[in-house]
C-alpha cells in the first residue's frame, strides 16, 4: 500500500475553508511538505513543516502536524478558484520524497 | 528563469517503439529524478542521480534506462514501449538530499506518453 495516504476529492465553495488530510508511516521523515499541481503542469511546492513543529502559517496556509498520529492537514482560508488543482502531501525520506495520490481540490462558486 | 525543462509534452508510441524522454535543469542542481504520475497514484520514483556520472534506482525502474552525462541533462529512456508504460512522467531536481535538508524538488510540466 501507500506510505502516504490522502482522500482523493475535495469540493469547497468559494470563500469557505478547505482542509485537506494526509496522513504519515515513516516516524523518523525530518520534513513533510504541501505541493500543487495545475492542469497541465508539474508541482510546485506550496509549503513545507519541521518535523519537530505541530503548526506552521504561512499567509491563507496553515498546516498542522500530530506526529502521534502521523497525520498532516493543509487548511486554506477563503478559498479562491485559482486554488482549484491537485495537492500532494509528501514526506521526507532518506534520499527520496514519498507522495501520497494526491487531493483533487474543486472550488465552486 | 526556465528551471526544469521537459520535452516533449506529449508522445504516442506504439508497442515496443523506443524513446527518450529529456529533461534539463539550469538551476546547477547536483541532484536529478524521473518520476511517473499514474492516476489515482502518487508519484513513484523510476530513477535518480546524485550527480553527474552516478544514477541509481528508484522503486520502478523495469523497462527504464538513465544516463547523467552533465550536470544539467538526464534523458530516461525507453527501450520496448509497453502499454504498461502509458503515463505522466515528471523530471524534477534538488540542490540537496542530505539527511536533514529541506530538499526541495522543482519539478517539469511533464510529458505525457501513451503506448498502444
Known amino acids: 500500500g501507500e506510505d502516504v495516504e490522502q482522500s482523493l476529492f475535495l469540493s469547497v465553495r468559494e470563500g469557505d475553508s478547505s482542509v485537506i488530510n494526509c496522513t504519515y508511516t515513516d516516524s523518523s521523515s525530518t520534513y513533510l511538505y504541501w505541493y500543487k499541481q495545475e492542469p497541465g503542469a508539474g508541482l510546485q511546492l506550496l509549503t513545507y513543516?519541521?518535523?519537530?513543529?505541530d503548526m506552521k502559517q504561512d499567509q491563507r496556509l496553515t498546516v498542522l502536524l500530530n506526529k502521534k498520529d502521523k497525520h498532516l492537514s493543509l487548511r486554506i482560508a477563503d478559498t479562491q478558484t485559482g486554488d482549484s488543482a491537485i495537492y500532494f502531501c509528501?514526506?521526507?525520506?532518506?534520499?527520496?520524497?514519498?507522495f501520497g495520490a494526491g487531493t483533487t481540490v474543486t472550488v465552486r462558486a | 528563469n526556465a528551471g526544469v525543462t521537459q520535452t516533449p509534452k506529449f508522445r504516442i508510441l506504439k508497442i515496443g517503439q523506443s524513446m527518450t524522454l529529456q529533461c534539463t535543469q539550469d538551476?546547477?542542481?547536483?541532484?536529478m529524478y524521473w518520476y511517473r504520475q499514474d492516476p489515482g497514484m502518487g508519484l513513484k520514483l523510476i530513477y535518480y542521480?546524485?550527480?553527474?556520472?552516478?544514477?541509481d534506482k528508484g522503486e520502478v525502474p523495469n523497462g527504464y534506462n538513465v544516463s547523467r552525462s552533465t550536470t544539467e541533462d538526464f534523458p530516461l529512456r525507453l527501450e520496448l514501449a509497453a502499454p504498461s508504460q502509458t503515463s505522466v512522467y515528471f523530471c524534477?531536481?534538488?540542490?540537496?538530499?542530505?539527511?536533514?535538508?529541506?530538499?526541495?524538488?522543482?519539478f517539469g510540466a511533464g510529458t505525457r506518453l501513451s503506448v498502444l
Open positions: 538551476m546547477n542542481h547536483n541532484y
Open positions: 542521480s546524485v550527480g553527474a556520472g552516478i544514477t
Open positions: 524534477a531536481s534538488s540542490y540537496s538530499i542530505v539527511a536533514g535538508d529541506l530538499n526541495i524538488q522543482y
Open positions: 513543516i519541521f518535523s519537530n513543529m
Open positions: 509528501a514526506e521526507r525520506g532518506d534520499y527520496k520524497l514519498s
